[in-house]
């Protein structure tokens, strides 16, 4: 079975706080995503890398960065947190095979919560 | 870019009975790939099914079917039998066919199961 975790389960951080999300996956797996989930706006796409020391922005990659120096850890980073970053945040991985319809294996998330 | 849409926030169904879960797209793409993922209450993301644009044929998978209208950019997901551990928040997700894993999800909708 694919696992993959998740630092916290919860956390409450002080706006202009740095804060450090850690995702770690058990299965190889080349692709890492972040995503943050809001209610009514679904989950979406901050960073993802297709490799190590590869990233790429998403859609809303402002006021974040990633870091990922092993394969199977890849981390979210808040440099100055504040309070509109409070959310849920979804890592998740996957192997490409080449099919397209490739799972994405998802952490249980970290409900973030800025003071 | 490609746009996800599922208009129903919240829907219910009584156990037993079958139950429709609306999503809509928009893309200028025709090689493309669909998903529905559901997330049970404080519990990981989970791939429920998954369609190939190019594949005419419904996926399914047990109690769980799609509809595929590829013209009308449809994708509903239909759940037969409800079951108490149905209740979950369901999202809709595109994939484009090119190399990139990225997903766009749709912002979800909420179903609960009336026993």
């Known amino acids: 079975d694919v696992k993959v975790t998740q630092s916290s389960r919860y956390l409450v951080k002080r706006t202009g706080e740095k804060v450090f999300l850690e995702c770690v996956q058990d299965m190889d797996h080349e692709n890492m995503f972040w995503y943050r989930q809001d209610p009514g706006l679904g989950l979406r796409l901050i960073y993802f890398s297709y490799d190590v020391k590869m990233k790429e922005k998403g859609d809303i990659p402002e006021g974040y960065s990633v870091s990922r120096e092993k394969k199977e850890r890849f981390s979210l980073i808040l440099e100055s947190a504040s309070t509109n970053q409070t959310s849920m945040y979804l890592c998740?991985?996957?192997?490409?095979?080449?099919?397209?319809?490739?799972?994405?294996?998802f952490g249980p998330g970290t409900r973030l919560t800025v003071l | 870019a490609q746009t996800v849409t599922q208009s129903q926030p919240e829907m219910s169904v009584q156990e037993a009975e079958t139950v429709t879960l609306s999503c809509t797209y928009d893309t200028s793409e025709s090689d493309y790939y669909l998903f529905w993922y559901k997330q049970p209450p404080s519990r990981q993301m989970i791939l429920v099914i998954r369609q190939e644009a190019y594949k005419q044929q419904n996926a399914t998978e047990n109690r769980f079917s799609v509809n595929f209208q590829k013209a009308a950019k449809s994708f509903s997901l239909k759940i037969s039998d409800s079951q108490l551990g149905d209740a979950a928040m369901y999202f809709c997700a595109y994939r484009s066919g090119g190399g990139n894993e990225k997903l766009t999800f749709g912002t979800g909708t909420r179903l609960t199961i009336i026993p």
């Open positions: 998740a991985s996957t192997k490409p095979t080449g099919v397209g319809t490739d799972t994405q294996y």
